[in-house]
């Protein structure tokens, strides 16, 4: 099998390139790649159309997309062109030779107002720019009428790249007290379980040619559990001390969403419900306390830039 990977040099990118490879030929398209046939800048979606025709995948994985939530505020067009238009154009262009298409999109679908786990036919209702890019990239994707998987997921980390993992690693140095939210309410799920899990359900969704058209959709794809970004924070220092990764900790205060106003409103609630993706592709998420272990040992360590 075939599998041209998007977005490869991403914090989730890095892994799928070993993860992918172990179900099949991987081509890794950045706009950094080393290869001038796999360099390619996904804003640019004549060029992206030119990288799909030329490769003729069997299974084309989008790892690329516009993150910076409150960026988005400022800078809606480039995060719909990305969020939204180019995920229409992969799943439009690999229709013409039966290609199949593994997306990702997030819980900022959702407006956080729920008090259970978010089931993938609960009723989106993003809040801000990036949420609403999103969703539109679902629907784009979905109307291209390939065969699709979209994998909504929710708090990536890792030890690369920008986020809350390697933020509180940084500040952790950088200071003796800190303050985190304490009413926002998701599961960390770490990029390592995020790429091994896809190339599980892409190589069962894959072989299974028979079934793959009835089993194409949404499905919820994080690790297990639920927790504060304050509480996350705590168990991350926790982790650090007991890898070494930090000599000192620092305190952790708890503070409110109010008290720190960002340009981009977040959902309060993002637990999302993984029990579809269970049932279908057999797939298990760990417990994010356990997830946030391995990451911080190295057990996910197959990062291109490691």
């Known amino acids: 099998m075939k599998i041209l990977l998007l977005g490869a040099d991403g914090q989730l990118g890095g892994y799928l390139r070993s993860t992918l490879a172990t179900i099949g030929t991987v081509r890794a398209s950045s706009r950094a790649a080393k290869d001038d046939a796999l360099r390619c800048d996904l804003s640019d979606t ?37 969020n939204a238009t180019l995920p229409g154009v992969i799943g439009a262009t690999s229709s013409e030779w039966g290609g199949a298409v593994i997306h990702y999109s997030t819980d900022y679908v959702f407006d956080g107002t729920a008090s259970h786990p978010y089931c993938e036919d609960d009723n989106p209702n993003p809040l801000g720019v990036y949420g609403r890019s999103k969703l539109a990239g679902e629907y784009a994707l979905t109307e291209a009428d390939t065969d699709h998987l979209i994998l909504r997921t929710a708090w990536v980390h890792s030890l690369h790249g920008r986020n809350f993992l390697t933020t509180m690693l940084r500040l952790g140095v950088e200071r003796r007290q800190l303050s985190v939210v304490n009413d926002q309410r998701g599961t960390p799920t770490s990029a390592g379980f995020l790429a091994t899990a896809t190339a599980t359900v892409a190589g069962r969704w894959m072989n299974d040619i028979e ?30 001390l007991a890898t070494g990764r930090l000599q000192e900790r620092p305190i952790v205060l708890p503070i409110a969403t109010a008290g720190y106003p960002t340009p ?33 040992k190295g057990g996910y360590e197959t990062h291109p830039s490691v």
């Open 46 to 82: 004549a060029a992206v159309e030119v990288l799909l025709r030329r490769e003729r995948a069997d299974l084309v994985v989008n790892a690329a997309a516009y993150t910076a939530v409150d960026q988005a505020e400022r800078e809606e067009g480039q995060a719909m062109l990305v």
């Open 211 to 240: 079934s793959r058209r009835e089993r194409r959709g949404v499905y919820h794809l994080t690790a297990a559990g639920e927790t504060t970004w304050f509480d996350f924070a705590n168990a991350i220092f926790d982790e650090a």
């Open 264 to 296: 981009a409103k977040r959902p309060a609630w993002s637990v999302l419900d993984t029990t579809k993706i269970a049932t279908s592709f057999g797939v298990t998420p760990p417990d994010w306390r356990s997830d946030l272990s391995v990451m911080m």
